[in-house]
T-cell receptor, first 112, second 114 residues
């Protein structure tokens, strides 16, 4: 089955700096890569996603890049703010059944 | 609010017992997914239903079972509970199977097995 590895497991940055979280996947059939943000005690919420026919997608301070050949994708957060502090999960899915495999999460701390 | 509801919010029970978790998807969503999130762990996909039928299975134990009813709500049954089953159980829903669309998560049910 699919295996998703996510690094780093924890990340501390100063407010205003950039944060990068990286994931790799194993199944070349995966074609959908969402990123979720989970604040303490709350539900995961989709923040951005990318499909396999796209190499990069941006939404304000958040961007995701995908390298299908290398089977890795990354989340980039620029101009980080304290409210960005949360756990971020990457995931890979095969569209037909939407079976989603999540990475193990990255705890991001933005220091004011 | 995602529109996905889960009951109960919290559940405390003893080892060996059986519990049922309930999920109501967003209006119009046909697909329901169940996930388990243990303390400081990631999300483990358990099972997916689409319009009443099981469509994908993940790391779901044999002691666990689920179903989706004609009104599209879903129940996750956990039996012969063990201490290690203590976790946050999320339900998520999406519009259709076969399309790359967002999953909306419910608030979760926190299960504590004593």
């Amino acid at each position: 089955g699919e295996n998703v590895e996510q690094h780093p497991s924890t990340l501390s940055v100063q407010e205003g700096d950039s944060a990068v979280i990286k994931c790799t996947y194993s199944d070349s059939a995966s074609n959908y890569f969402p990123w979720y943000k989970q604040e303490l005690g709350k539900r995961p919420q989709l923040i951005i996603d990318i499909r396999s026919n796209v190499g990069e997608k941006k939404d304000q301070r958040i961007a995701v890049t995908l390298n299908k050949t290398a089977k890795h994708f990354s989340l980039h957060i620029t101009e980080t703010q304290p409210e960005d502090s949360a756990v971020y999960f990457c995931a890979a899915a095969i569209g037909g059944y939407q079976k989603v495999t999540f990475g193990t999460g990255t705890k991001l701390q933005v220091i004011p | 609010d995602s529109g996905v509801t889960q009951t109960p919010k919290h559940l405390i029970t003893a080892t060996g017992q059986r519990v049922t978790l309930r999920c109501s998807p967003r209006s119009g969503d046909l697909s329901v997914y169940w996930y388990q999130q243990s303390l400081d762990q990631g999300l483990q996909f358990l099972i997916q239903y689409y319009n009443g039928e099981e469509r994908a299975k993940g790391n779901i134990l044999e002691r666990f079972s689920a179903q989706q009813f004609p009104d599209l709500h879903s129940e996750l049954n956990l039996s012969s509970l063990e201490l290690g089953d203590s976790a946050l159980y999320f339900c998520a829903s999406s519009v259709r199977q076969g399309e790359l669309n967002e999953q909306f998560f419910g608030p979760g049910t926190r299960l504590t097995v004593l």
